[in-house]
Each structure stands twice: as C-alpha cells, then as structure tokens.
Nanobody
Framework: QVQLVESGGGLVQPGGSLRLSCAAS????????MGWYRQAPEKSRELVAT???????NYADSVKGRFTISRDNAKNTVYLQMNTLKPEDTAVYYC??????????????WGQGTQVTVSS
C-alpha cells in the first residue's frame, strides 16, 4: 500500500505564493517520477510540473518562470513552489507518483488533491 499526503493548498490573493507538498510512504522500492497536475472546473486535468529520477524537470508553459518543482529523495517528497499566482491558477492540484515496489511491479498513483484558489 502507498499513501500520498498532500498539503499546502489554500486561498491566496493574486500575486501571492503557496508551497504544495506531497509525501509518499509505503511499499516503495524506487520512484521514477513525481509531479503535479491540476484540474479547474469544467476543464481536463493538465500537467503542471514533473520531476524525473534523473533530475530533469518539465513545466507547463503557463507556469514557467513562476512555479518551481523540487524533490527530497530521502523523504520521498515533492514540492511545488508557486509564485506570482494568477486567478487562472485556481484548480485542484493533484500529486502523481510513478514507482516500483520490491517485487518490481510498476505503479502509477494519484493523490486526493488539494484546492488552490487565487482570488482577491
């Protein structure tokens, strides 16, 4: 069993900052990728940022220069620092974990989501 604990969402004014955290625990042998996705009302879920086992990162064009993803391998935790937030960043943010267990099976696991609302 794997658990993803997301935290850090909330209400912030435009131009403000938030930091999301996602901590993974359980029968994890190796983590391949961790990342953040978001889904706004009546829209499809979209990639925000991902970090890969080799250290590379990917960002959506809409967040480049404003958001930074980082990872603490010792804690199996991924962070998303969000600066200069805009109303269009309002969404439920989901953590995604791609990992293998000790038997070598590979899994794709999603967190429950944390709400981010950017509004004055």
């Amino acid at each position: 069993q794997v658990q993803l604990v997301e935290s850090g969402g909330g209400l912030v004014q435009p131009g403000g900052s938030l930091r999301l955290s996602c901590a993974a625990s359980g029968t994890i042998f190796s983590i391949y990728n961790m990342g953040w996705y978001r889904q706004a009302p009546e829209k499809s879920r979209e990639l925000v940022a991902t970090t890969h086992s080799g250290g590379t990162t990917n960002y959506a064009d809409s967040v480049k220069g404003r958001f930074t993803i980082s990872r603490d391998n010792a804690k199996n935790t991924v962070y998303l620092q969000m600066n200069t937030l805009k109303p269009e960043d309002t969404a439920v943010y989901y953590c995604r974990l791609e990992y293998s267990d000790y038997a070598g099976y590979r899994y794709d696991y999603w967190g429950q989501g944390t709400q981010v609302t950017v509004s004055s």
